[in-house]
């Protein structure tokens, strides 16, 4: 249905005839029997090759049809009506001088919904307008609400999913956040436990960040960790890989079906990323620049393990790292698998 047509549920209608019959004096005929009812507005049209535009234009909400005219079945007329998308459901009472019942089957399995012989009762006819306009503009509020509750439905639906998405990612950073990091790493542990594969687990922070946000200030700091964040995203490959903002100036890296090795050199990747954004940290301890130091472990869990113990493991990593002069990456293998 078009839009146009659609409109019709949206507004206070009248009920709008139109009549497609080639003789005039039919059309006089009718217009002086609908002409006494206010709310239906009458429109006529000689040619029934225009039928379809017309009906249209006007919204027509009942169409009366002649079923004999000189260019065109009217039968055929009907077949047209029911194929076009814009008029397939608009009532069609079709107008004859003939009152077979052949006739009127063959009308009915094409789609015509009632029959007349003409010229009918006044008050008959105009009875069936109505009834027959009344059921189509129904139906048209019927669709255009269900329309809307779709619609709404779509839209809730849409906003559910971008609210679910704003609640699972940093606000500063735009990458994920902690409770996103928490799920996360619960969901891939467990896939890995099915899999019998490895699972690598990165946790980085930023060197000295107290001492740049203390000397470049909050404004800068936050810059500093937008920038290290898309520097950090810069390293991540697969579509896989998983990086959160564990809190402040702490990051973290979850990499599925990958062992230890694998996760040092996306680690290593990682530094290297970070220093090649060149941020200046004239605080620094250990250089000119921003650095990071980064702890890296790797499982194949097992039935029964709690994922605490890879953060565990690269916490002691990373702790490691910073002891060591920072700027670097350590790993640390998981030693308590019975937590």
Known sequence: MSDTRSKLSLENHKITVLLIDDQA??????????????DIEFHYCQDPTKGIKLATEIN??????????????????????????DTAQIPIILLSTKDEASIKS?????????????LPDKIEMIARVRYHSQAYINQLQKDEAFRALEE???KLAEANRTLQKLSSLDGLTGIANRRNFDETLNK???????????????????DFFKLYNDHYGHQGG?????????????????????LARYGGEEFSGILPDTDLNGSVKVAEEMRLAIKDLR????KSKVSDIVSVSIGVS???????????????????????????????????LVTDVSS
């Open 25 to 38: 004096m039919i059309a006089e005929a009718v217009r002086r029997a609908l002409s006494s009812e206010k």
């Open 60 to 85: 027509a909400t009942v169409i009366l049809q002649d079923l004999v005219m000189p260019d065109i079945d009217g039968l055929m007329m009907v077949r047209y009506f029911r194929v076009n998308k």
């Open 106 to 118: 063959k009308a009915f399995s094409l789609g015509a919904n009632d029959y007349m012989v003409k």
């Open 152 to 154: 709404s439905k779509a």
């Open 188 to 206: 891939e542990w467990n896939r890995a436990m099915r899999s019998e594969k490895s699972i690598g687990l990165l946790m980085l922070d930023i």
């Open 222 to 242: 936050d810059d500093c960790l937008k920038k290290f964040a898309k520097g950090l995203d810069s390293a991540i490959h697969r579509e896989t890989d998983f």
């Open 279 to 282: 941020i200046e940290h004239a």
């Open 298 to 332: 790797a499982i194949i869990p097992l039935q029964g393990t709690d994922p605490k113990i890879l953060i565990c493991a690269a916490d002691q990593a990373l702790y490691k790292a910073k002891e060591d002069g920072r700027d670097r990456v350590k790993s640390g």
